[in-house]
Every structure is written in C-alpha cells, then in structure tokens.
C-alpha cells in the first residue's frame, strides 16, 4: 500500500510539473511567472515594497474580491480614496469618499492629514479601508499608516487599488461609469 502512495504521488508530481511548463496561451507571461511581459522582476519589487509597508505600517490587507463582497454585505465601514479630486471624480469604488494624500509621506501636508481624519470619522473600531491607484502607490500606505497613527484599529489597504476594481470588472461610480 505504502508503495502505491509513493507511486501515485510521484505520477500526480510529475503531471502537475509537466501541465504547468507547457507553453502559455496567447497573452499570458512569455517566460514562466505571472508577468505578461516576462518582467518577473517588477512584480517581485512592487511585491517586496507592499509587505515591507504593511509590516512596517501594521495594518491589513483586503483583496479586490473580499471588498466587493463587503460592499455587497453592506458592512458597517468607511471606504477612502486617496487619489486626486480629478481621479475620483471620473472614477471610484462605489461609496468611496475622497481625501487626497501625496505620494510621499514628507509631501503631507497638515490640512491633507486634517482632512482625511475627518474622513474617517469618531468610531475608532469602525473599519476603515484605504485605497489609491494601484499596488505601487503609496497614498494608500499613506492613509493606513495615519488612520493607525490616530488610533483607528480595523485598517485596511486595498492595494490594487481602482485598477485592479476596474480588472475586475466590479461597479464603479463617477463620470465614466456607464
């Protein structure tokens, strides 16, 4: 019995290996990895600088689909673009609010940090998820790291951002919702 395992461990091995280095379908990656481009490696650095953020900023974070689902749960909890005006005027995650941060946390400026406290409003235990462009901008990290900083304590970051929303295909609101 011990040897049939060890055999049919081995063949699933070997099909698992051999199905995942067939080639790929038109689109996908050139080489082996998630990049369509081939270039694994900004993938890799745009992954290293998010989970150096989250452990550095202590907060969590929450996929595209899990708030989506949320939204749809109706869950009691404020939703903060960080974006520019402009960004969330022609696009948003439905129900966001706005209150545009920087890009750089020594670009803050006190009204910016003002502006989005108030946001977040007076319930500290209230959840509260954060969410800019996409994975590379930091104005989400920004806005997590504030709402940590004052003492709010079920932070989010969206990483994605409204681009990975919009690859979704999920609802938006603004001008170009249609």
Not at 1 to 7: E, G, Q, R, T, Y
Not at 64 to 81: A, P, R, Y
Not at 108 to 113: A, C, R
């Amino acid at each position: 019995m011990k040897k049939f395992i060890k055999a049919l461990t081995l063949f699933a091995m070997i099909l698992i290996l051999a199905t995942g280095c067939q080639k790929a379908a038109p689109g996908a990656a050139k080489g082996p990895g998630t990049a369509k481009d081939g270039n694994e490696q900004k993938i890799e650095t745009a992954s290293m600088k998010l989970v150096k953020a989250v452990n550095k900023g202590g907060y969590e974070l929450v996929s595209t689909e899990d708030l989506n689902s949320w939204i749809d749960q109706k869950k009691d909890m404020v939703i903060v673009d960080t974006m520019p005006a402009k960004s969330f005027d022609k696009n948003r995650i439905p129900g966001a609010v706005n209150a545009e941060l920087p890009m750089k946390a020594d670009e803050l400026k006190p009204e910016q940090k003002e502006a989005f406290l108030k946001a977040l409003g007076e319930d500290k235990n209230k959840t509260v998820v954060v969410y800019c462009g996409f994975v590379g901008c930091a104005r989400s990290d920004i806005g997590a790291v504030i709402a940590k900083e004052a003492g709010f304590t079920n932070v989010y970051r969206h990483p994605g951002g409204i681009v990975a929303w919009m690859d979704a295909g999920y609802k938006i609101e603004g001008s170009a919702a249609k």
